[in-house]
């Protein structure tokens, strides 16, 4: 009796050593690949077993990127990682597909990044393990501020601003009619006014200047300090799509600049991001996933980066978006108002109300939201 | 509530706890009393009785805000077990004053014992080294026994029975606190293991002991059939070495007057009385037809006894309903199946294509042995085929070389079969003669499949 009981147990470690993983397929896919901030997305896993021998206890350790946040309690938070072991009991020819409600609780580019999977036998004798490879991922895209209900003007602008004008005149342009000279040519009479006047009338031409826009980021969050503030740097992020979702419903052709970039390599080489200068829901959608892969760290200092752009924003409107507000900053954006440029600029931080110069067109963010910045980002989500 | 299984185990646990002293037992009432197999029954339950009580001593002097002082409790637990040994030894003293001594210190052991297993973990009460001095314990005192009697006693009869409890109920034990280790080594909590886990696991171990215990009862039938078929097949092999035999010294002429060959009819001998050496071994030669036949045909064959056993498991599986359930939890949804007759095929088509990979090896093997340019250069075309088919590429009968070549390459890109086509349709339709160069590329080339496909 004992050697059949010996060679029973025996026979149980023997089988699940070799059949305990055989035959058994494990898959886990996101449902979507891109998604926007604050979306609930889902994490599948599915577990075929194909043989008569079923799993008693079956244990997957997944390792996701500690952004996409599921699972509750039963997860485990690193620094970058988010360990989630997720238990199974499969029977014999049996699937099982487990779905996780996902949150993606910030931008940027989440991944699988590893999953184990851990078997044993009825008596712990045996533990077997199995890497998956797996190339599951989201772009997470940052999720647009409301403009109005996060920022104020603290100081709205009234009187004359210098507006940028052409020489010539748009041909294509009519904005009335007039009386004729004398020194305009024959095609440029109007006909019917002429007769309704009895007199003869000639077109109103006017000098017309094609919006385009330019949004300037700043990804350094203070100004003597290197070091990153997410939670700034994440606002100044989301207020810029909110900037370029406004371009949309009027089809300008817009730019996006950073003083940082999607690589770490870029960045060491001093090199920002730049953008084509495009319109339309494409372009827009690539400006999103630019920003949404955006790195942590900066080119160049935001007042050393103004002044190597300075002349090469030509679009007829800039919008700055920063952390902080520095004397390089305010002089760039008089220097652009003198070029007949329309500049707005959207300060993250906090910032007094004696700092705020009083020619310029600048937009701080609400009282509520500066109070308490490590909630700010709780509150808008 | 509370989950009441730890608690259930645990009991268990000194359940067959108190089981263990039993060989024990028997053996010193046997040495001693020579007493019957009734005494050792009392016995157990005598120990069972006296392990329980002072588990339930400890329980209610451990209660929550129980102001007895520490040494109180334990002077308690002393005079109580000693007590609760006396009053068993005096219950038993009808049987004589050794079974009383015998009985009062077995109560009182397991008494204390108890009393002390009461603050064990359920994992930690039953220990290996504890079951493994149960089986040696065992073995001595059947030993022990038999060696006195010359005979197997009524003393043994209940031996085996309470071992294979106690080896249930300590594979029940380990299966259990075995989930509660694989969950603790990680720190993972208890509430995040699906609900069924423990109960299923309790299944299969079921099902292991069913499947151990018939074959413990069927261990003469099983061992009878082993040995049956190994006669047989002594018998077989020796039946065939004898026809070869008779089947060369016919074919030679050897054969003598009085030494003819024997008939072999019904799977007998050749004697030196039978047959006549005019008769032709015809059981023989049909013997050894169905065995070339069997060698020869032995793929179909195979292929047609797994598509009768696949009818079958068809028609068993009418009546198998497809389970489909959902179980919600807190932070996940399951979709649970029974895998489909479809699903599990596919399985099937994989094992065609291994078969399919084999084949297409051999081949291979083959067209390296080839010498003759034609006809190396005919089998290299033909394997480059095969391997598309392999791919799961449709090819027409109507596709051109050409046409073949395209295929390919939409599915592989770094596919580079321009040269084996073009010296393919030389071969073919302009009757050239094929180099050695050509050869020479043909064969890169399907190296160049093996390393694509990785086969």
């Keep these: ?381 | 509530m509370k989950n009441p299984l730890p608690v259930v185990l645990k009991y268990l646990s000194i359940f067959a706890c108190f089981l263990l002293p039993y060989p024990l037992f028997t053996l010193a009432i046997y040495l001693f009393t020579r007493s019957s197999v009734g005494l050792t029954l009392w016995g157990v339950l005598a120990m069972e009785a006296n392990g329980f009580l002072g588990c339930m001593i400890s329980l209610v002097l451990n209660r929550p805000k129980n102001p007895i002082a520490p040494v109180i409790k334990n002077i308690t637990v002393i005079a109580v077990g000693i007590l609760a040994g006396i009053v068993t030894g005096m219950i038993f003293s009808y049987s004589g004053i050794i079974s009383m001594v015998l009985f009062f210190v077995f109560s009182a052991v397991c008494f204390f014992c108890g009393s002390r297993l009461y603050y064990n973990h359920y994992a930690e009460i039953l220990k290996t080294m504890l079951v493994l001095g149960f089986a040696f314990a065992n073995l001595l005192s059947l030993l022990l026994i038999f060696c006195l009697t010359e005979k197997e006693s009524s003393a043994t009869r209940f031996l085996a029975p309470l071992f294979l409890l106690v080896l249930l109920i300590y594979a029940l034990v380990r299966n259990q606190s075995n989930i509660d280790q694989l969950m603790e080594r990680r720190r993972h909590k208890m509430e995040h293991l699906p609900k069924k886990i423990r109960y299923y696991n309790s299944i299969l171990l079921g099902i292991m002991c069913l499947v151990t215990l018939i074959f413990f009862l069927a261990k003469d039938q099983i061992a009878d059939g082993i040995g049956w078929i190994g006669r047989e097949l002594i018998r077989l092999i020796i039946l065939v070495i004898g026809a070869i035999t008779t089947l060369l010294s016919s074919l030679l002429g050897f054969q003598k007057a009085g030494t003819s060959v024997p008939e072999l009819g019904d799977g007998q001998f050749p004697t030196a009385e039978s047959g006549a050496a005019s008769d032709f071994p015809v059981g023989i030669v049909l013997l050894i037809i169905i065995i070339v036949l069997l060698i020869l045909f032995r793929k179909p064959i195979i292929n047609k006894l797994r598509e009768i056993g696949g009818k079958l498991a068809a028609l068993l599986n009418k009546s198998r309903v497809l389970q489909r359930t959902e179980i919600h939890s807190e932070y996940y949804e399951d979709y649970v199946h029974t895998l489909t007759d479809e699903e599990r095929g596919m399985e099937n088509g994989k094992k065609d294509d291994i078969d399919h990979i084999r084949k297409w090896k051999k081949l291979y093997r083959k067209y390296l042995r080839v010498h003759e340019p034609e006809k190396r250069c005919e089998m290299g075309y033909r394997l480059f085929l095969d391997w598309l088919i392999l791919q799961h590429i449709d090819i027409a009968p109507h596709d051109t070389t050409w046409d073949i070549l395209q295929k390919g390459k939409q599915h592989f890109e770094l596919l580079d079969g321009m040269d084996i086509t073009e010296i393919y349709n030389l071969f073919l339709y302009r009757e050239d003669i094929v180099s050695p160069q050509q050869i020479e590329s043909l064969d890169l080339f399907l190296k160049q499949l093996l390393t694509i496909s990785r086969l």
């Design chain 1, 1 to 381: 009796m004992l050697l059949i009981i010996l060679f029973a147990v025996f026979a149980q470690n023997w089988i699940f050593e070799h059949w305990g993983l055989k035959k058994l397929d494990y898959h886990c896919r996101l449902s979507t690949d891109e998604a926007v901030q604050y979306d609930e997305i889902e994490l599948v896993e599915t577990i075929v077993n194909r043989k008569w021998l079923p799993a008693p206890w079956l244990k997957s350790e997944i390792t996701v990127s500690r952004d996409l946040d599921f699972a509750g309690a039963q997860s485990v938070v690193t620094d970058k990682s988010r360990f989630v072991p997720s238990f199974f009991m499969v029977r014999s020819y049996q699937k099982v597909e487990r779905v996780w409600k996902v949150n993606c609780t910030r931008r940027g580019e989440m991944e699988i990044q590893k999953i184990v999977l851990v078997s044993t036998d009825l008596f712990g004798n045996v533990t077997l393990s199995r890497p998956v490879e797996t190339d599951a991922h989201v772009l997470v895209l940052p999720k647009p501020f409301d403009m109005e209900e996060m920022f104020f003007a603290p100081k709205n602008l009234t009187g004359d601003t210098v507006v940028r004008k052409n020489l010539l005149e748009d041909p294509f342009f009519f904005s009335g009619v007039r009386e004729y000279t004398g020194h305009e040519s024959m095609n440029q009479i109007h006909w019917n006014a002429s007769v309704k006047e009895q007199n003869l009338m000639v077109y109103q031409h006017d000098s017309t200047s094609s919006q385009t826009l330019t949004v300037l980021l700043n990804m350094q969050s203070r100004e003597r300090d290197f070091s990153e503030v997410p939670v700034l740097l994440e606002g100044c992020i989301r207020t810029c799509v909110a900037v370029l979702e406004n371009t949309l419903t009027e089809q300008i052709p817009v730019r996006l600049m950073v003083n940082g970039n999607i690589s770490a390599s870029l960045l060491k080489t001093h090199q920002g991001l730049v953008s084509t200068q495009s319109w339309g829901q494409e372009h827009i959608l690539e400006l999103y996933r630019l920003l949404a892969k955006l790195k942590y760290g900066i080119s160049d200092s935001f007042d050393d980066y103004l002044m190597d752009i300075s002349d090469s924003v030509t679009s007829s409107d800039i919008v700055i978006v920063t952390s902080y507000l520095t004397d390089t900053i305010c002089e760039f954006i008089r220097l652009k108002q003198r070029q007949g440029i329309r500049v707005k600029c959207f300060i993250l931080g906090r910032i007094s109300e004696e700092e705020i110069p009083d020619d310029l067109d600048l937009f701080c963010l609400r009282e509520q939201y500066n109070e308490q910045t490590q909630s700010r980002e709780e509150w808008v989500s």
